[in-house]
């Protein structure tokens, strides 16, 4: 390979493409990438499994601005999972906080993190989720003599699901990407394993190439069952 | 049956309500009309407390409703409401829009439920509607299952927030159908409404409100032919 | 950095987390490798600009011509030869295993196998791990952006050895690490020098460095530099 | 500090906080820290403004389905900036893809990587912001003789801006948390800057907990300007 | 003036025109009614190529619109529309949504097309609401100046869809009284309407639409009094 002239775009692009050993490199070594893709899907999985229930909560308490302590709460955790990068959060607990609790392992602070940060998106998809249901419904439920609590459960939740699911699914491919930061605690994912592939090889068009291109496929086809998803749920 | 007394209601710095006095007697059938804007809604909602008064007193069979300790909940269950645009649950059948309320809040077992529910959609002309969704339906049929849905809590008052004014003018006339019979059962009904023709038919008394006040009642027949107040004069010449 | 050269610029990248070679102290870049650099510029009539990035991508950084050379405590090994071209050697070193305070029964890289190690992306350190996995796959490998993160990985238990450059890991358990973590066993791959490094072929600049290292040298300033950062 | 006992939270978050040690080198650092987050503001606001003019033209591209080869540029391109991490296209434009165009600096490159991703997501925004805007506004203007491009300009953009906006401050946040990652690269802003502090004292609560504290002032500082200028919006 | 010529329209696999034909004479007062649905919107929004046809001709001053090569934008100046929901330019004054178009596509220089405006507003009385913003005006102001901005452009003749339903019933005489002036004044229009009354007093002649067809046409006393096709009898009787 040759980057005598930087300048030539195309015979320098076409030589990168042909290298025969950039090609060699990932051949012999995509299965291991995949198998890191594998574990940057059940680490999503997880986290957004985790944030779901994180978010179901405290979306719920975000919409009680007259219960002031927990809506405090709700209000903290979410602005400051939202405010601050998953790169700093990730370092910090790891680092930082977990180990005031004892010893937890790099996979399980992963999940932590993520569940954490993906909880505070959820909430807020929650809060939106529900806030789009007509008010009449909430009205309608109430003047038939339900609770606040009996109208949620059984007229909004059931409805705002529907809402809910495309942010939702969004907010797990953007899961997805976001736990490339958890290479930074050594989980070896999929970037992790790029990197590491680099740093034997320095081949970044190659291994960063491939590995951008494992993420794509992987958020193309959970956008592809969104949009089903969403199909399915319009018609419904 | 229910008495209001001297009700305010402000919206931030809008005071929408200055001062509402009224009462209904049983069996009566009372009909609201006035320009939009006027606070006819918000008196609807007052009463069965879909919105808090800031002061006056709502009686309802004697029950000050606007007292915080009362149970709004099982006040709410004697008080049916009928809305503009319906509000029925979208994702639930007709049959389990009617029956939802009797079987939760009463505990209703669910045939029971159901058989109630089949005699008010027959009466309101739905029974071959009992398993569609409410997207299936018409406007009129939507209003309909809606009056059969606030039935099924056995109301002794139902309130009706402009119940056709959504409406294609076709599907008008089924719906005031519907409530006709159920004033000539002897409901007790408030009902506001922009159909002249149903409130000088139906209505035992008339409202006129205007900028939060009730500015005149009467009978229909001296409402409509015999105005007094100017503003009731230039909003019925307007309408009519 | 972009602009080209009125005074000549030498450009530098490190992996600035390698005490005392390359760290960071009140925004500026110290340690013996930057003092090195900087002299060896000076004498060459350059000025040295330094920018930092992971270990990994200093390699892909001279071949890309983002930098001119490369100074990072690196070992000149036989693998990174293939890619880049590598000054006369500047550092005698090897690797050491760190591990907890109390920590007993390890002595050398083969009481390792089956334990939990970690070292620093791209680095011999990180080879060494991954031969000792090959021997025994039981082993658990970790590997960090940089090696500060394996030595707190280290001190809260994650892991039960770290494998890296004996200056640096002396350095650390002697300050930071004083009371949680120790040094055992003898340096391995006593060998091991480290070298600067530059683009594969880029004899113009080889010869800049070579040359600059040599009146460094022969100046006394190489021992002065020596002094001041590497305690014995 | 002590790390005898792990599970001893109480003892050991007191002890932390108490640290002199951490709290010394915070304050002698805080300098090098506010510095980094203007280099971080800086390459936001660089990224953002280029990422507008970018997700203009494809947004609207996106919207004339007819024209082919536009759309399929404008969809390639944003299903690939929002399908793959930052993280990823990072390393990948600066040392795989860049250096075939010549020599760019690290800033430049960061700004060209955050520029392309903010823009592919500006892109989706511009989109549902003018779909936002109820079909009849069109066919209102197409009704009084004017040219789609007509009403576009003077009847659609003047209205879809004001629904773009609250998504575009959002944007605008979830870029400066991004650009941490181009830390990677070697840009010295906040993110780097903490790494390397880190990197010499070892003390991850306080290095990471300040680095975060600042991002999140910085967050919660625009949050407030975006509801600000929500709130004129919505009042003009 | 406009020739409508065994027009279909398909919405995907939905055929809502089935071969409809009709012309309007020049200073004709042509009203469409017929239930929700059956294509009156449609057939409108056809003739001014809002929709493109899917067979068929339509002919405006002789010229077919349906012919790709045909520039819609300028025949689209001479057919003027008002739209039930006024789709009034919420981000312009009173002002600016009538003389927009005149000037960015008549290039009229600004003052003039001011000039103009104001009479305009003039006429449908709102000369004093010339500077404010849509969200400040009541829906049959809006409707008013829905009006005046398509009689801006100087069309020969006007599309009128529902312009009176989405108003509050207050309203819908002024909206009237304005259409009625139009006519007086010999413009040539089509409207889809609801109001009987109107239909009676002002069209010179009524169409029934019904299922993507015209069912019947006839002047108003016709239509009205002496419907000959069941469903247009059945539908008045539903709607009288
Ligand atoms: N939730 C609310 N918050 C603020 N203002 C409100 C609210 N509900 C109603 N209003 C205002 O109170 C006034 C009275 O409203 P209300 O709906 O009672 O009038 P109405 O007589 O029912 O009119 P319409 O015939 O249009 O339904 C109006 O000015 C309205 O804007
Ligand atoms: N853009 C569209 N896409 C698909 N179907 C449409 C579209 N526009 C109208 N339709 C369908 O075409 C049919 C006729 O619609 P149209 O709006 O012309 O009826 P209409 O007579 O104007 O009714 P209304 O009195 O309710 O306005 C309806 O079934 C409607 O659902
Ligand atoms: N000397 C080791 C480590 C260098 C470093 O971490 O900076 C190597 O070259 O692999
Ligand atoms: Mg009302
Ligand atoms: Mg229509």
Redesign the interface.
């Known amino acids: 390979m040759s ?1 005598v002239m ?2 030539l ?1 195309g015979i ?2 076409i030589q ?1 493409l042909m290298e025969i050993n950039g090609l060699k490199l990932i051949t012999s070594n995509l299965d291991v990438l995949l198998l890191g893709a594998l574990v940057t899907l059940e680490l999503t999985a997880l986290a957004v499994a985790f944030g779901m229930i994180l978010g179901l909560i405290f979306g719920l308490a975000k919409l009680s601005p007259q219960r002031r302590l927990i809506y405090g709460i709700a209000t903290f955790y979410i ?2 999972f ?8 990730i ?2 607990l ?4 977990l ?5 937890v ?2 996979f399980s602070a992963a999940v932590i993190a993520c569940s954490l940060n993906s909880g505070a998106y959820i909430a807020e998809i929650v809060r939106a989720g529900i806030q789009a249901i ?1 008010k ?2 909430m ?9 606040h609590g ?1 109208t949620m459960w ?2 909004i939740l ?2 705002a699901y529907k809402v809910v699911i495309p942010p939702l699914i969004n907010e797990f ?1 953007a899961m997805l ?2 736990t ?2 958890v290479s ?3 989980v070896s994912e999929l ?2 394993r ?3 592939l ?3 090889s ?1 081949n ?3 291994v ?2 491939t ?2 291109i494992i ?2 496929i992987m ?2 086809l959970l ?1 592809m069952l969104g949009d089903y998803v969403e199909r399915r749920l319009a018609t419904e | 049956m229910i008495e209001v007394k001297n009700i305010h209601k402000n919206f931030g710095s809008l005071e929408v309500l200055k001062g509402v006095s009224c009462y209904i007697a049983p069996r009566e059938v009372v009909c609201v009309i006035g320009p939009s804007g006027s606070g006819k809604s918000t008196l609807l909602r007052c009463v069965n407390q879909l919105e808090k008064v800031n002061s006056g007193q709502i009686l309802i069979d004697g029950e000050d409703v606007t007292q915080s300790r009362v149970n709004i909940d099982r006040i709410r269950e004697q008080v049916g409401m009928v809305f503009q645009h319906f509000n029925l649950f979208p994702h639930k059948t007709t049959l389990d829009n009617v029956t939802l309320a009797p079987i939760k809040i009463k505990g209703i077992p669910k045939e029971e439920a159901q058989e109630n529910a089949r005699n008010l959609l027959r009466k309101v002309g739905l029974l071959d509607k009992a398993n569609v969704y409410p997207n299936q339906l018409s406007g009129g049929q939507k209003q309909r299952v809606a009056i059969a849905r606030a039935l099924a809590m056995q109301p002794k008052v139902m309130l009706f927030d402009e119940p056709t004014s959504a409406l294609d003018p076709e599907m008008v006339g089924e719906v005031l159908e519907v409530m006709k019979d159920l004033a000539r059962e002897g409901m007790t009904m408030m009902v506001v409404t922009h159909e002249m023709g149903f409130a000088r038919e139906v209505g035992h008394r008339v409202l006129f409100m205007d900028e939060g006040k009730i500015m005149e009642e009467g009978s229909p027949e001296q409402i409509f032919d015999n105005p007094r107040n100017e503003r009731t004069q230039s909003f019925l010449s307007k309408v009519l | 950095a972009d602009n080209q050269d009125q005074e000549k610029v030498l450009r530098v990248v490190t992996e600035a987390g390698f005490k005392p070679f390359e760290f960071k102290e009140n925004n500026e870049f110290v340690g013996f490798d930057m003092d090195l650099i900087r002299a060896i510029a000076e004498a060459e009539g350059y000025k040295a600009e330094i920018t930092h990035m992971g270990f990994e991508s200093l390699i892909p950084a001279l071949q890309s011509n983002k930098a001119d050379c490369a100074i990072a405590g690196m070992s000149i090994d036989e693998e990174r030869k293939k890619s880049v071209d590598f000054s006369t050697p500047y550092f005698n070193a090897g690797l050491i295993i760190a591990v907890q305070k109390d920590t007993e029964g390890i002595k050398s890289p083969d009481d390792l196998k089956g334990k939990r190690i970690a070292g620093q992306v791209g680095t011999i350190g990180a080879d060494a791990c991954n031969d000792i996995k090959k021997q025994d796959p039981n082993t658990t490998v970790k590997i960090f952006d940089s090696v500060g993160e394996a030595f707190m990985e280290l001190e809260k238990g994650g892991i039960d050895a770290v494998i890296n450059d004996y200056a640096v890991t002396y350095e650390y358990i002697s300050t930071t690490g004083q009371g949680k973590t120790k040094i055992v066993g003898d340096v391995f791959s006593a060998d091991d020098q480290y070298g600067i490094a530059v683009k594969k072929g880029n004899k113009q600049m080889l010869n800049v460095i070579n040359d600059g290292l040599e009146k460094v040298k022969a100046s006394g300033k190489y021992d002065e530099i020596y002094q001041k950062w590497i305690k014995q």
Chains 1, 4 share one sequence.
């Open positions: 980057h930087p300048g775009f320098n692009f990168t602005d400051f939202r405010g601050t990068p998953l790169f700093v959060q370092l910090l790891y680092f930082g906080i180990p005031m609790f004892g010893h392992g790099d007509d009449g419904q009205e309608a439920g109430r003047s038939l003599g339900m609770t009996q059984y007229i059931p409805q491919i990407k976001d490339s930061l930074l605690i050594g970037t992790l790029g990197k590491l680099y740093s034997v320095y970044a068009a190659w960063w190439g590995v951008a993420y794509f958020t193309k956008a």
